[in-house]
């Protein structure tokens, strides 16, 4: 790839030949003529090596302020986002393209995941779609720390503050990833972020000030609407407003799984091309919903919140709320997904009083008992130093809903009271595609020596074999990264298949807690 030079700081002219270039790269790999408002001041900070902000409104071309550099930088773009759709969707456009993109989630199978990871250590890769959850994965991080990181991309960097609408702890632990990777500059996107937001990201991947660029949320296409009902009027309401809209694809969003089902079929008796996605559905159909919506010109979907995040359809015509949405910045995210082709699109919130109970019981089952919260203090803090906490058990336990269990942690960690450290798998399981026999014969000296004592550890399923890490690290007096390292290798020489299971939270008390009960109040 053609390499940019670095941002001229002399004459006009040299700063017009730099223009001229970036441009030239854009049309050469993307075939647009210019940029949108907003990405050239992005994409310059970047290219002279500074991090930066993003807060574009959806569908507002945040994904070319790291796809450019990413073609014109020397090293690695790593993409973090927790939409599998974008991951997706985007990977494919750029592959389509002739340019070097992969992505790393739950959906590859062992062999193209194994493909990846070659391409990385090979170096023909420049963009990598992960999810934050990736780098809970050791043998990932243990990849990535090897290679030169010359851009970390965040998409939906508002999950980063606390303050935002979408709070998600495994964001917190990103700017401490970015900077254990060596990362040379930082970008982090969002389509809603307040003033409190903004700030709490730019603190937090130390983005100066003026390389925040905030282009605003105004679309003149959109039309937004709000049609007050009672709730029994909403079912009229609703095939009224669909009969007179203009033709095009739309989205309906719920809020309740079996309301997605009962209005998708009061709109397909109504003779429209309607279909009901939620994620109480099972994967295969959940993607061919999707799929099909993608395809169409007229479909529409009743969904939950579950539906539209990274999908990149430019012609929906209309998004309505048959429910009041959670917040304005939902509202705000979710219209984002109309008119992304420019042009005219409705958005319609039909608005019932009743709609409060809903999301005041969705409050407050998400928000633990008090003496939720001390259970969980006596778990963390009144036992060893150091603990590999099994969430999911550990939420049963206290009675505390796992994303909000994460959450509480997470404020431990934010008030000094606990370290978090990388998660770990306690258990690897390996499936033999060569005997042990002819494993060991690969090898000699102390690698045979330390596979056999592996190998004698392993226990036998029917065709599975499960290890203990501790346990075996223990036992063999070998630091855990190696045993974990033997298993990689093993691996990656299709020697046998590998699975990492029952994910542990390390956590560390940073030093005794003089008065619990003030603690448990102030967290409730």
């Not at 296409?221 to 909403?234: E, K, Y």
Request: hydrophobic fraction near 40%; aromatic fraction near 6%; charged fraction near 30%.
């Amino acid at each position: 790839m053609p390499e940019l030079s670095p941002l001229p700081t002399g004459s006009a002219a040299e700063s017009e030949l730099h223009d001229r270039r970036l441009e030239a790269e854009l049309r050469r790999h993307f075939g647009f003529e210019s940029f949108r408002r907003g990405q050239r001041p992005v994409i310059e900070a970047l290219l002279a090596g500074r991090s930066a902000a993003a807060v574009f409104p959806t569908g507002g071309g945040k994904s070319l302020c790291y796809q450019l550099p990413a073609l014109l930088l020397d090293g690695l773009t790593v993409v973090v986002s927790p939409l599998l759709a974008l991951m997706k969707d985007q990977v494919d456009a750029l592959v389509a393209r002739g340019l070097p993109a992969a992505r790393l989630d739950s959906s590859l199978t062992a062999d193209e995941v194994r493909a990846v990871r070659e391409r990385l250590r090979a170096g023909s890769l420049r963009l990598l779609y992960v999810s934050p959850e990736r780098f809970a994965n050791e043998r990932f991080r243990s990849l990535l720390e090897h290679l030169s990181v010359a851009l970390f991309a965040v998409d939906e960097a508002h999950c980063i503050s606390e303050w935002g609408h979408n709070f998600r702890p495994d964001y917190l632990k990103l700017p401490r990833t970015a900077r254990a990777l060596g990362a040379e500059r930082v970008l982090a996107l969002t389509a809603t972020a307040t003033p409190d937001v903004l700030e709490d990201i730019c603190r937090s991947f130390e983005i100066a000030p003026g390389d925040a660029v905030r282009t605003g949320v105004y679309r003149p296409n959109l039309s937004l609407r709000t049609t007050p009902v009672a709730r029994g009027a909403r079912d009229a309401a609703l095939l009224e407003h669909v009969a007179q809209r203009p033709p095009g694809a739309g989205i309906v969003y719920v809020t309740l799984q079996k309301t997605a089902e009962r209005v998708a079929d009061l709109l397909r008796a109504a003779r429209h091309e309607a279909m009901a996605y939620h994620a109480g559905l099972d994967a295969e159909t959940r993607s061919r919903i999707q799929d099909e919506f993608l395809a169409s010109d007229r479909a529409l979907v009743v969904a939950t919140i579950a539906f539209g995040m990274g999908i990149d359809k430019p012609n929906i015509r209309s998004v309505d709320h048959y429910d009041l949405p959670k917040s304005l910045e939902n509202w705000s995210q979710e219209i984002g997904r109309a008119g992304r082709d420019g042009e005219p699109a409705i958005c319609r919130v039909f608005g019932s009083i009743d709609d409060l109970v809903t999301l005041s019981n969705f409050a407050y089952g998400d928000t633990p008992s008090r003496e939720a919260v001390r259970s969980l203090l006596d778990e963390v803090l009144s036992r060893n130093a150091e603990q590999a906490l099994a969430l999911v058990s550990l939420s049963r336990r206290v009675d505390i809903r796992p994303l909000v269990l994460r959450t509480l942690l997470t404020y431990l960690e934010l008030d000094g009271v606990l370290e978090i450290g990388t998660p770990r798998y306690a258990t690897y399981r390996f499936r033999p595609l060569a005997s042990s026999a002819e494993i060991l014969a690969r090898f000699d000296g102390a690698r045979r020596e330390l596979l056999r004592g592996i190998f004698r550890r392993a226990r036998k399923a029917r065709t599975w074999f499960d290890l203990d890490l501790e346990t075996v690290a223990s036992e063999l007096d070998q630091p855990r990264e190696r045993i974990v390292g033997a298993l990689d290798h093993l691996a990656e020489r299709q020697l046998f298949e590998l699975r990492a299971t029952d994910l542990r939270q390390i956590v560390r008390r940073r030093g005794p807690v003089d008065d619990l009960e003030w603690l448990a109040d102030s967290l409730h």
